[in-house]
């Protein structure tokens, strides 16, 4: 059986920098122009050399900012939030929304996340 898989097309889509440090950014809107796709993709690469969890929203900025929490634990210390290796780069799959918020934060010192949505891998 043969897979096919498209490679990640940014559609035009602008990308955004996001800076983390140990306190949770402030969400910014990555906005979808390919937003008729209900498969929709957001690739997002970890230039720093620290780890970091991000977090996204198709709520608001703040939603994002207060998803972004290092986890502690499983059951009420797990939070909706996801790890991000450094030097990882990533393509998740996101809802068909015209913007989704991101934040993040690092474990220890800084690195920057860049975010772009699209469509594929």
């Known amino acids: 059986?043969?897979?096919?898989?498209?490679?990640?097309?940014?559609?035009?889509?602008?990308?955004?920098?996001?800076?983390?440090?140990?306190?949770?950014?402030?969400?910014?809107?990555?906005?979808?122009?390919?937003?008729?796709?209900?498969?929709?993709?957001?690739?997002?690469?970890?230039?720093?050399?620290?780890?970091?969890?991000?977090?996204?929203?198709?709520?608001?900025?703040?939603?994002?900012?207060?998803?972004?929490?290092?986890?502690?634990g499983a059951g009420a210390n797990s939070k909706a939030c996801y790890y991000l290796p450094a030097g990882a780069v990533e393509v998740i799959s996101v809802p068909s929304v015209a913007t989704i918020y991101f934040s993040g934060i690092t474990i220890a010192g800084t690195c920057d996340l860049y975010i772009c949505s699209g469509s594929g891998l």
Do not use: E, H, W
């Open 1 to 72: 059986m043969s897979i096919k898989q498209r490679a990640f097309d940014a559609g035009g889509s602008l990308s955004i920098k996001l800076s983390l440090t140990t306190t949770a950014a402030t969400g910014l809107a990555v906005v979808r122009t390919m937003q008729g796709n209900a498969d929709g993709q957001v690739r997002i690469a970890n230039a720093g050399s620290s780890a970091c969890f991000y977090s996204y929203s198709v709520v608001d900025a703040a939603t994002a900012q207060a998803n972004a929490v290092l986890p502690t």
